[in-house]
């Protein structure tokens, strides 16, 4: 049976993890008496977000409490997306819309002047973004990393640190994206361009890239769900503990949104 699946809630967060644990097994050669190592089990996230009962609107508490009572006791999961990996101000600067385009949606409207933009048909139809749109080439094979040359970006500027994630969306169609980690530092020339090294190989070439890219999955709840105490006259918070799961582990997910 199917799991359902709740967005993260809108909440203050004051402290988070989000790294990946890859199992392995251990054995010991009985010919030659060497170590050997390989997975045991598939890789996963977790996740540790430590959330704040008076920060956003002072209803950390509440959702938190409301989050707990939805996941019946750790049955159902949570979707949540990526928190900073390095420091959370630098990634401020990384969201900046120097780095990261949104398709801009024109509506008709109405009147004696209606706007009639229309994004056209074929295979270059008229599109729209707000900020600035970055735009990627195709990505090569470097040993066990790859190569994506990617240009538009502001110049003489650190515009990646490893760990990073980016998003590369499609051009023919923005719903269509996937996210890539980078490996190292990245430094735009005097004209915007670098070459980021990525670990993994991205599918769709030649797209639009948002720099400050997220990765998201689903969790469980790893362990007891959290309590919190409330104090007379100061915060409090609840620290949250995530194991990643998967749809065939569970039967698919229903997702659903109470937030909204």
């Known amino acids: ?63 938190c409490e409301m989050l707990k009572q939805l996941l019946e006791g750790g049955i159902h999961g949570v979707r949540i997306k990526s928190s900073p990996i390095n420091w959370h101000l630098d990634e401020l600067r990384r969201q900046g819309a120097d780095m990261n385009a949104h398709p801009l949606n024109w509506r008709a409207g109405s009147g004696v002047d209606p706007l009639t933009w229309r994004a056209g048909s074929g295979p270059n139809p008229l599109r729209s973004f707000s900020g600035t749109v970055i735009e990627a080439g195709t990505a090569t094979a470097s040993g066990m990393w790859w190569h994506l040359p990617v240009s538009g970006l502001p110049p003489r500027m650190q515009v990646a640190a490893p760990g990073d994630y980016i998003r590369i969306h499609s051009m023919a169609d923005a719903a269509i994206s996937e996210v890539a980690r980078v490996v190292r530092a990245a430094v735009t020339n005097g004209s915007g361009a670098v070459t980021l090294r990525l670990d993994r190989q991205p599918t769709i070439a030649n797209g639009r890239v948002n720099m400050a890219g997220q990765d998201e999955a689903v969790f469980r709840v790893d362990g007891a769900l959290p309590r919190s105490v409330q104090p007379v006259g100061a ?6 503990a995530f194991r990643e799961v998967f749809a065939d ?9 109470p937030w909204i």
């Open 235 to 240: 915060d409090w918070s609840y620290t949250w």
């Open 1 to 63: 049976m199917a799991i359902n699946v709740f967005p993260w809630p809108p909440v203050g967060v004051i402290g988070s993890e989000w790294t990946e644990v890859a199992p392995v097994a251990r054995l010991r050669s009985l010919m030659t008496g060497r170590d050997q190592m390989q997975a045991s089990q598939r890789k996963r996230k977790v996740v540790t977000l430590q959330v704040s009962a008076l920060a956003a609107g002072r209803m950390g508490a509440g959702y």
């Open 249 to 257: 582990e569970v039967g698919g997910f229903t997702e659903r949104n």
